[in-house]
Every structure is written in structure tokens, then in C-alpha cells.
Nanobody, 115 residues
Framework: VQLVESGGDLVQPGGSLNLSCAASGFTFSSYRMSWYRQAPGKERLLVASIFTGGGTTNYADSVKDRFTISRDNAKNTVYLQMNSLKPEDTAVYYC?????????WGKGTLVTVSS
């Protein structure tokens, strides 16, 4: 299993970013995918999840109505569209899946929201 995140950057407050996670080594379309984030000195927290068909999604209250998770099962990729970014969104963002009782993480991509 390999998860590779991309798209992190420095962005001003109010700006937007679209993160991508390219997955390989498993049947992507069969598993729920999630994005987590970890701010400096804080625990890693769930941001959003998307179920296999893409029709069911869950969001942390702190990002609801600003972030959108989506997936393209043909491309084995999950996305996180982030709008109206705030300084408190600054964190390393990780892609996650759970397969056969094993948790898998990518290496993360850094998002910095600052003026």
C-alpha cells in the first residue's frame, strides 16, 4: 500500500488549495479514504472521510462548509478541496486508509495559511 499526498503550499487567509492523494497497492474503490491533519505540537485529527462510492462523506465541524472531499476511483485518487482557509488550518495533511486491520498513512503534505 502506498499513499502519496501532494498540493500543500503557503496560502493567504481566505485562499484555496486542492490536495491530492494518489493510492496504489490495493483495490482503491473498495475502501473508505480519509484526510487527517496534525498542527505543530498537537494531535493528529480527522478532517474528512469518503466512503467507497463517493456518495457518503463526513467532515470535522471545524471544516464543514469550507472543505470538500472527493474521489476518482478510475484514477485511484482522493482529493481535498479547501476553501476560505484560516491560519488555524495550518498543519501537515495526511491521507489515510484502513485495510485488513492495518492503518496506512502517507508521508503528508504541509499546508501553511499565513499573510
Amino acid at each position: 500500500v502506498q499513499l502519496v499526498e501532494s498540493g500543500g503550499d503557503l496560502v493567504q487567509p481566505g485562499g484555496s488549495l486542492n490536495l491530492s492523494c494518489a493510492a496504489s497497492g490495493f483495490t482503491f474503490s473498495s475502501y473508505r479514504m480519509s484526510w487527517y491533519r496534525q498542527a505543530p505540537g498537537k494531535e493528529r485529527l480527522l478532517v474528512a472521510s469518503i466512503f467507497t462510492g463517493g456518495g457518503t462523506t463526513n467532515y470535522a465541524d471545524s471544516v464543514k462548509d469550507r472543505f470538500t472531499i472527493s474521489r476518482d476511483n478510475a484514477k485511484n485518487t482522493v482529493y481535498l478541496q479547501m476553501n476560505s482557509l484560516k491560519p488555524e488550518d495550518t498543519a501537515v495533511y495526511y491521507c489515510h486508509c484502513y485495510i485488513a486491520s492495518v492503518t496506512h498513512w502517507g508521508k503528508g503534505t504541509l499546508v501553511t495559511v499565513s499573510s
